[in-house]
């Protein structure tokens, strides 16, 4: 979350405050960060010239602090240790992998199918339905913290212990659950 403050370039007064409100009340509702950066546009020619400004500018904000929060927030660590792996030895086989890792995205979605379970679960390479991890296998589980739901999961080659692996999920999930309890 985000703890920056903004300031409109210039402050506006309190009426045009209320103008300001009452143009994007107009214009309800709005729906996320797109929506927003369209909203903008439309102030940027449509809204009256003293409030377009400041209209652009906090709409331009509002949309930016929706979609980091909006974002998915994916922690990646060890990647080094996948990457060392002699399955993504060829450029052919890292490359995805690789592109995987930088796109939190389509690494949020391949976890996300693990959020429902309580008791780790195994997915091994076709099992998983982004094709850029088809390579891979992930053991996840989810997680309820602090009232934030979330997951937990080591991806790995298809080969990776898992025995010990679905162990060492377990292992970090009940710590998680317990520390918050």
């Known amino acids: 979350m985000s703890t920056d403050t903004w300031r409109p370039r ?52 509002a949309s930016r602090l929706l979609a980091a929060r909006e974002a998915p927030d994916v922690r990646v660590d060890g990647a080094d240790h996948i990457a060392s792996q002699p399955e993504f030895q060829a450029p052919g086989r890292l ?6 890792l930088t796109n939190q995205e389509t690494l949020a979605r391949a976890l996300d199918a693990f959020s429902g379970e309580v008791t780790p679960r195994v997915a091994i390479g076709s099992e998983i339905q982004s094709p850029e991890i088809r390579a891979c296998s992930i053991v996840g589980m989810g997680v309820v913290v602090g009232g934030m739901r979330g997951v937990i999961g080591v991806m790995g080659p298809v080969r990776m212990p898992y025995r010990r692996v679905v162990s060492l999920v377990s292992y970090v999930g009940d710590r998680l659950l317990g520390a918050w309890e």
């Not at 490359?95 to 995987?100: A, E, I, M």
């Open 10 to 61: 210039s402050a506006p007064s309190a009426a045009d405050l209320t103008r300001s409100e009452g143009w994007v009340r107009a214009r309800l509702p709005v729906l996320g960060a797109e929506g927003l950066q369209a909203l903008r546009a439309a102030a940027l020619t449509q809204a009256p010239r003293e409030i377009a400004t400041f209209l652009a500018d906090a709409l331009e904000r």
């Open 95 to 100: 490359r995805p992998l690789v592109s995987l």
